[in-house]
């Protein structure tokens, strides 16, 4: 019997995520809790397809491609809209943006060249690169609190939530405790880019010297 790949559990997962970000772009502009709760639960269902994949044996280069998508569509989607929010600060989100996309385009496009997973790291690159890839939980962690700083951010342009240190309300605590991390997850993503960049040069280089 021919499997159906587009019905592999981790799929489904990944389908529902597109679903609830949609859900959450849609609401984003009136109902500030629906549109965090559907957003934060497509990304915390970013930790499971992977699971599920590995656990059924279903890892399949579509899904890796559906989870890539999903996770670089929604946090742009919420970036634009913080750019709008936030006009003051309308650079910085379209920086992070435009450098989120371009550095996981690099690192697929340069290790699909090498023959590998969008994943890996060869053992002389940036060490914590290799760590970030390697390591689950400085993975998730990474992740995770990029994707909450960013969301707090958005929670705050309507409400900063109930007092709980002098002035700053609980949103406004839980976005200052995320920012190192989405700090650090942005420069990863510098890394990531000038990485893939070299092994593209590098390529190159070997391909000419083959040619010659």
């Given amino acids: 019997m021919t499997e159906n790949v587009y019905l592999f559990v981790p799929n489904l997962i990944g389908y529902a ?18 549109a965090t709760i559907t957003y934060l639960l497509s990304q915390f269902l970013d930790a499971f397809d992977g699971h599920a994949a590995r656990a059924l ?15 670089r569509c929604s946090t ?4 634009i809209v913080l750019a709008s929010f936030y ?8 920086f992070v943006t435009v450098l989120d996309i371009a550095s996981h385009w690099v690192q697929v496009y340069s290790n699909l ?3 590998q997973s969008h994943k890996a790291v060869k053992e002389s690159g940036n060490w914590f690169l290799r760590l970030y890839y390697t390591s689950r939980p400085v993975l998730f962690t990474m992740c995770a609190g990029n994707e909450l700083f960013f969301a707090m951010l958005y929670v705050m342009h309507f409400t900063t939530g109930p007092i709980v ?3 700053y309300g609980v949103v406004h605590v839980i976005a200052m405790a995320c920012f190192p991390i989405s700090f650090t997850k942005n420069a990863i ?8 960049f070299d092994a593209l040069a590098e390529l190159d280089v070997e391909a000419r010297q083959k040619a010659e």
Avoid at 17 to 34: C, E, G, Q
Avoid at 57 to 71: E, H, P, R, S
Avoid at 76 to 79: C, F, I, R
Avoid at 189 to 195: A, S
């Fill in 17 to 34: 995520r597109i679903i609830l970000m949609f859900v959450s772009f849609y609401y984003m502009a009136t109902d500030v809790w629906t």
């Fill in 57 to 71: 044996n279903q890892c399949t280069k579509f899904g890796a491609v559906l989870d890539m998508v999903t996770d």
């Fill in 76 to 79: 742009m989607g919420l970036l």
């Fill in 87 to 94: 006009p003051k600060y309308q650079f910085f989100f379209i």
């Fill in 113 to 115: 060249s090498l023959g």
């Fill in 165 to 167: 240190f002098g002035t």
């Fill in 189 to 196: 993503n510098i890394i990531q880019l000038v990485g893939g």
